[in-house]
């Protein structure tokens, strides 16, 4: 049954990443635009991701939404970035911790 489920994970994942791979040169514009699309629902919630993700450092702000918005998995995000797992991995932790402690949670 776990054999079952990491197959289908990995063809969905490899399915989402040929219809739209996320481009090598992201720009400030497009990133923001995409948050805002994401909680478009609501303004308010909206308006502070975008605030918060503008107060983080760039490189961990591409990791969030590579990872959150673009479906990205870790070494996906590491072979994006051009940076070991590992420190991906930790860019993203801090990231969130940084983004949970501007959003006052």
Avoid: F
């Avoid at 994401?38 to 993700?53: F, K």
Wanted: hydrophobic share 45%; charged share 20%; aromatic share 6%.
């Amino acid at each position: 049954m776990v054999w079952m489920a990491v197959v289908t994970r990995n063809c969905a994942l490899s399915q989402r990443a040929a219809a739209s791979p996320p481009s090598s040169s992201l720009e400030e514009a497009g990133l923001l635009a995409a948050v805002e699309a994401r909680w478009s629902n609501d303004p308010v919630i909206a308006a502070d991701v975008r605030q918060c993700l503008k107060m983080l450092n760039e490189k961990y702000r591409k990791c969030i939404i590579l990872i959150y918005l673009h479906g990205l998995s870790y070494e996906e995000l590491a072979e994006q970035m051009g940076a070991p797992l590992g420190s991906v991995k930790s860019w993203v932790h801090r990231a969130v911790r940084e983004l949970a402690l501007c959003m006052g949670k």
